[in-house]
């Protein structure tokens, strides 16, 4: 994945590295698709990347820790969005199971 950071500025990109380093914690691999950007709607900064089913973002006001970083998980059938905090989870795998979980239920 190439990150293009260019046009993010001040604190979303600041938003943005703290992203990278809390991925790169998960041991995620940044070998694939992906995108880090600002959402237009929201104004949240995320990292989106396709061999995971999950994203993950920050809020437009928050501090700079894992409290404030959220992982979404998109219902591909319907679009809706669960979310959970990351500290909620103490490694890759418990997303996963927690994303499986949904699919699961959901599908």
């Not at 950007?37 to 894992?66: A, K, Q």
């Not at 998980?73 to 490694?91: K, V």
Request: aromatic share 14%; glycine share 4%; charged share 30%.
């Amino acid at each position: 994945m190439q990150l293009d950071l260019s046009k993010l500025q001040g604190w979303e990109l600041t938003k943005a590295i703290y992203l990278i380093k809390a991925a790169k914690k998960l041991c995620m691999n940044f070998n694939c698709y992906g995108e880090i950007d600002v959402n237009s709607s929201t104004g949240y900064t995320y990292l989106w990347l396709e061999d995971y089913p999950f994203t993950l973002y920050m809020e437009i006001d928050c501090r700079l820790n894992d409290h404030d970083v959220w992982v979404m998980h998109t219902n591909l059938e319907d679009g809706e969005e669960t979310e959970r905090r990351l500290s909620e989870f103490d490694n890759i795998e418990e997303i996963y199971d927690w994303a499986e979980s949904l699919e699961t239920n959901n599908y």
